[in-house]
């Protein structure tokens, strides 16, 4: 039995693997092909849990004194108006603005949450249940896949250009991506406009790439360590000292990583909204 044990190696990509539609780990580095259950089920859960919570608060709202459940959700919604009011200078598109970034900013959140969930314990789960052999892989984190935060970061773009067209018209929202940012006059203006349709391209493709890799780099770093981690507990084998020792820099590392990655989890969300209300209050606004 020991034998068949995994390796640290093998320990760290078996945990690393989705559960998918081919049965195995992914090879390639991009397969349209392939679809991820388990950042289906997490992602749609974590957004159905967010819809529900936001829906009941609003059932609940009272024009008295709020319970801690009613505050505690006001006080969110103030500090997402307050920040949208000072980037998306539109009111009418706030009022679909702001409750997106509030959305964004709580589904992301408990997304990234799901990290705190102890490495080995869904797998644990299959196995006692007698699942593993149905779901040999399964990875919980949805924002450690690049495939959910690039999925999101083109909803914000696709948002974007929807504002971009909305506000400055179909045919200025064109004509700005030939004349800006270089603005010229007669020919000048069309030898320059390659240019600027480039760069502008350039510019909202570099913006939805760096909106989702920043998230999913963060997330699947975190996610690494806490398997480097776990390692530190496959070294007990009895009380010994250098089992204790290794289970006491488990206990500690992990009770350390977790307390700090509380602040990742909130500050990725944190950005990820900022980033989207940025984005598309520069929608609203002309080279």
């Known amino acids: 039995m020991a034998s068949a044990a995994p390796n640290a190696s093998e320990y760290v990509v078996h945990h690393l693997g989705h559960f998918n539609n081919t049965g195995h780990p992914q090879q390639d580095i991009a397969h349209f092909g392939i679809v991820n259950y388990d950042s289906l089920f997490w992602s749609i859960l974590m957004g159905v849990i967010v819809c529900f919570v936001l829906w009941r608060a609003a059932r609940k709202v009272t024009s008295g004194v709020p319970g801690r459940f009613q505050a505690g959700v006001e006080l969110l919604v103030e500090m997402v108006e307050e920040q949208s009011k000072s980037i998306v200078p539109n009111e009418a598109s706030r009022r679909f603005v702001s409750p997106l970034a509030l959305t964004v900013f709580l589904w992301i959140v408990l997304m990234n949450a799901l990290d705190l969930v102890p490495v080995d314990l869904i797998p644990r789960i299959l196995a006692w249940t007698g699942l593993e052999a149905l779901i040999p892989y399964h990875r919980i984190l949805p924002t450690a896949d690049l495939n959910v935060p690039l999925g999101m970061a083109l909803g914000v773009l696709l948002l974007s250009l929807y504002y971009g067209a909305k506000i400055k018209s179909p ?37 939805t790439v760096s909106l989702g890799m920043r998230l999913f780099g963060n997330m699947f770093a975190g996610e690494l360590i806490f398997m480097l981690i776990a390692l530190l507990g496959a070294g007990w084998t009895g009380f010994n000292a250098s089992s204790l020792a290794f289970g006491f820099g488990h206990l500690l590392a992990g009770s350390i990583w977790a307390i700090f990655h509380v602040m990742i989890v909130l500050l990725q969300g944190f950005i990820f909204m900022m980033l989207t209300l940025v984005y598309i209050g520069q929608a609203h606004e002309g080279h």
Do not use: R
């Open 171 to 207: 045919g200025g929202f064109v004509k700005e991506l030939f004349t800006a940012p270089f603005h010229a006059h007669g020919i000048g203006a069309v030898v320059l406009a390659p240019a600027n349709f480039l760069l502008n391209v350039i510019e909202y493709l570099a913006k």
